[in-house]
């Protein structure tokens, strides 16, 4: 069984830092797609960036130059790292995963995702 667990919320100051992390146990397929979505309240969840085992990263327009995904070396731990950030980058943070490749522009297609955390909230203050 696939377990998602995300952990490194909390609340900041606008213009400051804070970094993700993502434990994925049981996962077993040979290939992934790992990803950061975010949903405030009263939005849509939407993507914010992406790891493919094959196709390498992507980021959503809003967060490209701020944020940084990167994964540890045996690759079960998945990290974002949120720097510069803006009081609309506040909502409730989701790690996900996939077997399933991401390219194109399915990317942050979120029923492309079979793995989902629970969720960690980021509050960013003005």
């Known amino acids: 069984q696939v377990q998602v667990v995300e952990s490194g919320g909390g609340s900041v100051q606008a213009g400051g830092s804070l970094r993700l992390s993502c434990a994925v146990s049981?996962?077993?397929?040979?290939?992934?797609?790992m990803g950061w979505f975010r949903q405030a309240p009263g939005k849509e969840r939407e993507g914010v960036a992406a790891i493919d085992s094959d196709y390498g990263t992507k980021y959503a327009d809003s967060v490209k130059g701020r944020f940084i995904i990167s994964q540890d070396n045996a690759k079960d731990i998945l990290f974002l790292q949120m720097n510069t950030l803006k009081p609309e980058d506040t909502a409730m943070y989701y790690c996900?995963?996939?077997?399933?490749?991401?390219?194109?522009?399915?990317?942050?297609?979120?029923?492309?995702?079979?793995?989902w955390g629970q969720g960690t909230q980021v509050t960013v203050s003005s």
């Open positions: 049981g996962y077993t397929y040979s290939r992934y797609c």
């Open positions: 996900a995963a996939t077997s399933s490749y991401c390219s194109g522009d399915n990317w942050f297609w979120v029923w492309r995702y079979n793995y």
